[in-house]
């Protein structure tokens, strides 16, 4: 079964930093460009972030260019999101998400993981 | 990179069909084949529901359809059933492995 669990999830205050995890299993993953998307509290999805399959290109929204750094270890099939300099805008719920080569879907979707900033 | 924009509400009563419209611009939508459209119901994850533009991925209902025109991007949903309750975004690759979401839409069934 192609699955994906992502964890790490929880408070932490404004200023703060926080790394996400995402444990992918019944696909290979070293194949797939993987992917950071959240949504906020009763809010639509934003994509954050992506990295190739083999990390050669890395790229981040706006939104948190300079503060969040994506990075995978094939090996251990997993995704990371290092998270620093929090704000209380990044309030999400932060799902992995995988894209297929050539494509453009994300496919599967994790289950979430909840982050919240607030002092 | 502005959301896509959606309608923020559509409904329909059982068995009717509904379009859902999701309109970007040159730089996403209308520059590449590769619109997706994601169903979610309230505390869950999305889910693929239409993939470059007009295919449906295996076990998705054949009552899904896709389609694009210029800088616009339309799901269908025929037949419409109780369980397509749920909210709709669609999402556009918009260049350099990015990628830009829409601004979402309730479907309520009457």
């Known amino acids: 079964e192609v699955q994906l669990v992502e964890s790490g999830g929880g408070l932490v205050k404004p200023g703060g930093s926080l790394r996400l995890s995402c444990a992918a299993s019944?696909?290979?993953?070293?194949?797939?460009?993987m992917n950071w998307v959240r949504q906020a509290p009763g809010k639509g999805l934003e994509w954050v972030s992506s990295?190739?399959?083999?990390?050669?290109?890395?790229y981040y929204a706006d939104s948190v260019k300079g503060r969040f750094t994506i990075s995978r270890d094939n090996a251990k099939n997993s995704l990371y999101l290092q998270m620093n300099s929090l704000r209380a805008e990044d309030t999400a719920v932060y799902y992995c998400?995988?894209?297929?080569?050539?494509?453009?879907?994300?496919?599967?979707w994790g289950q979430g993981t909840l982050v919240t900033v607030s002092s | 990179q502005s959301a896509l924009t959606q309608p923020a509400s559509v409904s329909g009563s059982p068995g009717q069909s509904i379009t859902i419209s999701c309109t970007g611009t040159?730089?996403?939508?209308?520059?590449?084949?590769?619109v997706s459209w994601y169903q979610q119901h309230p505390g869950k994850a999305p889910k693929l529901m239409i993939y470059?533009?007009?295919k449906r991925p295996s076990g998705v209902s054949n009552r899904f359809s896709g389609s694009k025109s210029g800088n616009t991007a339309s799901l269908t949903i025929s037949g419409l059933q109780a369980e397509d309750e749920a909210d709709y975004y669609c999402?556009?690759?918009?260049?350099?492995?990015?990628?830009?979401f829409g601004t979402g839409t309730k479907v309520t069934v009457l």
């Open positions: 990295i190739s399959s083999s990390s050669s290109y890395i």
């Open positions: 040159s730089s996403d939508v209308g520059s590449y084949n590769l």
């Open positions: 999402c556009s690759y918009a260049g350099s492995s990015s990628y830009v």
């Open positions: 019944g696909f290979t993953f070293s194949s797939y460009s």
């Open positions: 998400a995988s894209v297929p080569r050539g494509g453009g879907q994300f496919d599967p």
């Open positions: 470059e533009v007009s």
